[in-house]
């Protein structure tokens, strides 16, 4: 079955360390790839997306990811965290282009020390 | 404001009722889905919609229905066939060809 793997459960981290949040997803084929953030209290909200192209995206909040095909890997990094960083992250795939269902990750809690 | 509008925020049922969560979306999105979040567990999706009058089942939609009688109005109901229903409850909608999605605040639901 379709799957992605989140390889953190809580990452713990000090204020200016950088963050690498690992995801895997398990299908060769066409896949549409987002990281979404859940601050405490709020909705989920889109970083960022991979789609095509450029396999480095850039999202807010200083976030970027790489999408590297052949590691079936879409990490997540920011090369200075901050306390208000602190939240849930989820990487998601959607296979099989816009008509497939977006599958998540169980997700990782990120915990900045200010 | 456009957005996804979920209700209510908090939900409090007894073991045996039936209880239906609202989500209404003014995005003129295509497609709503209902996810389930449990700690540790991610997002599993229950339910979703591409289109008025048709909506399919996701992996977990077993003691949960659903309808889409107005483009903007994908309701979800927790039957009392569910047994495991307190959880958090999120709405979501999207266009199809982006498949980015946009969430509700979320309904909790806590079964006495």
């Known amino acids: 079955a379709q799957s992605v793997s989140q390889h953190n459960h809580h990452v713990i981290l000090s204020e200016a360390a950088s963050l690498e949040l690992g995801c895997n997803y398990s299908?060769?084929?066409?896949?549409?790839l987002f990281w979404y953030v859940q601050y405490p209290g709020q909705h989920l909200q889109l970083l960022l997306k991979?789609?095509?192209?450029?396999?480095l995206v850039k999202g807010i909040k200083g976030f970027e990811a790489e999408f590297i095909k052949s590691k079936f890997s879409f990490n997540l990094r920011k090369p200075s965290v901050q306390w208000s960083d602190t939240a849930e992250y989820f990487c998601?795939?959607?296979?099989?282009?816009?008509?497939?269902?977006?599958?998540f990750g169980k997700g990782t809690k990120l915990s900045v020390k200010p | 404001d456009g957005g996804i509008t979920q209700s209510p925020k908090y939900l409090f049922r007894k073991e045996g009722q039936n209880v239906t969560l609202s989500c209404e979306q003014n995005?003129?999105?295509?497609?709503m889905y209902w996810y389930r979040q449990d700690p540790g567990q991610g997002l599993r999706l229950i339910y979703y919609?591409?289109?008025?009058?048709?909506?399919q089942k996701g992996d977990i939609a077993e003691g949960y229905s659903v309808s889409r009688e107005k483009k903007e109005s994908f309701p979800l109901t927790v039957t009392s066939a569910q047994k495991n229903p307190t959880a958090f409850y999120l709405c979501?909608?999207?266009?199809?060809?982006?498949?980015?999605?946009?969430f509700g605040e979320g309904s909790r639901l806590t079964v006495l």
């Open positions: 979501a909608s999207s266009i199809l060809r982006t498949g980015e999605l946009f």
């Open positions: 299908y060769g084929g066409t896949v549409n």
């Open positions: 991979y789609f095509s192209g450029d396999p």
């Open positions: 998601a795939a959607r296979i099989g282009g816009s008509q497939g269902n977006l599958i």
């Open positions: 995005l003129n999105h295509d497609a």
């Open positions: 919609s591409q289109i008025v009058n048709d909506f």
